[in-house]
C-alpha cells in the first residue's frame, strides 16, 4: 500500500497532470510505438490516430489517481475497460512497458514542472493501478471460454442493408459454442494483407445465445473525400467470404442483459448500435415486457429489420424515403425525444441503449432528465469510452 507522502503527491499533482493529459497520453504513445512498433499489432492504429484512445487514457489514469486513497472506488470502471482487456488478450507482462512510456512521457511533456519525488510517485501509483487491472484481469482470463484466438469459419454471409452484413460464423474444428450473455461482443483478429500490423476490433453478437453458430453484424464504414474508409469493416465487407476463416477472441463485455431482473426492459439503438441489443430482444421477448426503439437514418440503412417484429417495437427514421412512407415501414420522422419516449415506454424500467456517440449523448441526457435512477441506465460504447 502506498504511503501518504506518496497519496499526497499524487492528489496534488492530478490536476496538473490532468491539464496536460492529452498532450501526455499522446506523446506516450507516439514513443512507445516508435520502441515498440510489435504493439502496434495489439492497439487499434485508427483510434490513435483519431486521438481518441489517449484521451480514453488520459481519464482512466487520472480517475484512478484521484482515488488513490481508495481505488475500490474506480471498480466499476475498471471492469469496464478490463473486459476490453481481456478480450485483446493484454497481459501483465504488459503493464511495466506502459508505465515505463507513461513516466517517459510525464517527464518530457511537463519538464522541469516536475522533481525525481514526483515521478517516484507516480511509478508506484501507476504499480498500484496496473495492479488492480491485473488482478481483475486474472480472475477474468480464469472464466473465459478460450484464451488467445480461436478459428472460425464464416458459414454464411447475409446482407443485411445497403451497409450492414452478417457474418455466421462456428468452431473451424466444431466443437461446443461459447457460453455468452446477449449484449455480450467477441474479438475479432484481422491481418489484412498489404496492411503492416494486425488489427483487432470487436463485434457484439448479434443473435440470441443457444442458436447453431455465432453472428456479428458488421456495418461498411465507407469514409468521405476526407476520411479513409474504415480499415476492418472494408475489408470484411469486400474481402472475406463464405469458408474463410476468423479467429476471434472469446465473448467478453459488462454491457449484457440482467436476466434476473424483474423490471420491463426497454432497448434503445441507433443505426449499427442495434447489434447487442437485438441479442437482448430476441433472447428475453418471450419472457418480459420488451419495448424495442430503433432509430435508423432511412428504410435503406436499417439493418436486422425483420427480426424486429414484435408489437412493441417502434422504428423512427431520421429522413424516411418515399418507399419508407408509402410502406409505412416506420412508427415516426425524426429524432427519438423525451416528449414521445414518455409515451411509449414505462418509466419504471431497465433501460439499455447503444448507438453512435451523438445519439448516446441524446438518450443519456433524455433518461436523466426524466429521472431514471442511475442503476436502472446500461449502455455500449462502439469504440474508447467517450463522454456522453
Ligand atoms: P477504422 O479503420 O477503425 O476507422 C473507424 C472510423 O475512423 C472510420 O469511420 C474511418 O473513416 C475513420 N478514420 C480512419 N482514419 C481516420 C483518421 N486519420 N482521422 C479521422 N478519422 C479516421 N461495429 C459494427 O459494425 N457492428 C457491431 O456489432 C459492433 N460492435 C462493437 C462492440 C464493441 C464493444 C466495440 C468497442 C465496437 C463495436 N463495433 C461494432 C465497432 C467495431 O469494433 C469497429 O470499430 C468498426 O467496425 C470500425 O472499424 P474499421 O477498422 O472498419 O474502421
Redesign the pocket.
Known amino acids: 500500500r502506498l504511503d501518504e507522502r506518496t497519496r499526497d503527491i499524487i492528489k496534488s499533482t492530478v490536476p496538473v497532470l490532468a491539464e496536460h493529459g492529452e498532450a501526455i497520453t499522446t506523446h506516450f504513445y507516439k514513443r512507445m510505438f516508435e520502441d515498440h512498433p510489435e504493439l502496434k499489432n495489439m492497439f487499434?492504429m485508427?483510434h490513435q490516430?483519431?486521438g481518441k484512445q489517449p484521451r480514453a487514457l488520459a481519464n482512466a489514469v487520472y480517475a484512478a489517481a484521484q482515488n488513490i486513497d481508495d481505488l475500490s472506488a474506480i471498480a466499476p470502471a475498471a471492469e469496464t475497460i478490463a473486459e476490453k482487456h481481456v478480450n485483446l488478450n493484454i497481459q501483465p507482462e504488459h503493464y511495466p512497458i506502459v508505465g515505463e512510456y507513461l513516466l517517459k512521457a510525464i517527464k518530457e511533456v511537463l519538464g522541469d514542472a516536475v522533481n525525481d519525488e514526483i515521478i517516484t510517485a507516480w511509478g508506484e501509483a501507476y504499480g498500484e493501478i496496473a495492479d488492480v487491472f491485473i488482478q481483475i484481469e486474472k480472475k477474468k482470463y480464469a472464466e473465459s471460454a478460450w484464451t488467445g484466438y480461436r478459428n472460425f469459419n464464416v458459414e454464411k454471409k447475409v446482407k443485411e442493408s445497403e451497409e450492414i452484413t452478417s457474418f455466421y460464423l462456428l468452431p473451424e474444428n466444431g466443437g461446443s459454442l461459447p457460453f455468452y450473455r446477449p449484449g455480450q461482443?467477441i474479438g475479432l483478429k484481422a491481418d489484412i494483407p498489404g496492411y503492416p500490423y494486425t488489427?483487432l476490433?470487436?463485434?457484439?453478437l448479434?443473435d440470441a445465445p443457444g442458436e447453431e453458430y455465432l453472428r456479428?453484424?458488421?456495418?461498411r464504414?465507407s469514409?468521405t473525400d476526407e476520411?479513409?474508409?474504415?480499415?476492418?469493416?472494408?475489408w470484411l465487407h469486400d474481402q472475406v467470404q463464405e469458408g474463410d476463416v476468423l479467429p476471434l477472441s472469446a465473448p467478453a463485455?459488462d454491457f449484457y442483459l440482467d436476466e434476473s431482473g424483474k423490471l420491463p426492459v426497454v432497448l434503445l439503438s441507433g443505426g449499427?448500435g442495434v447489434?447487442p441489443l437485438m441479442s437482448m430482444y430476441k433472447k428475453i421477448r418471450e419472457e418480459r415486457d420488451v419495448y424495442f426503439i430503433h432509430a435508423a437514418r432511412n428504410g435503406g440503412v436499417h439493418g436486422l429489420k425483420e427480426e424486429m417484429s414484435g408489437s412493441r417495437t417502434y422504428v423512427i427514421y431520421e429522413t424516411p424515403s418515399e418507399e419508407d412512407k408509402t410502406m409505412g415501414a416506420f412508427h415516426k420522422a425524426g429524432y427519438v425525444d423525451l416528449d414521445w419516449l414518455r409515451t411509449v415506454v414505462p418509466k419504471e424500467a431497465d433501460f439499455y441503449f447503444c448507438g453512435p456517440e451523438g445519439f448516446m449523448r441524446a438518450m443519456n441526457g433524455s433518461l436523466h432528465e426524466w429521472g431514471i435512477p442511475e442503476e436502472n441506465i446500461n449502455y455500449?460504447?462502439?469504440?474508447p469510452k467517450g463522454n456522453i
Open positions: 487499434n485508427t490516430k483519431v461482443y488489427q476490433r470487436q463485434y457484439s448479434s456479428i453484424s458488421v456495418k464504414e469514409g476520411l479513409p474508409a474504415g480499415l476492418v469493416s472494408t463485455g449499427v447489434t455500449e460504447f462502439f469504440g
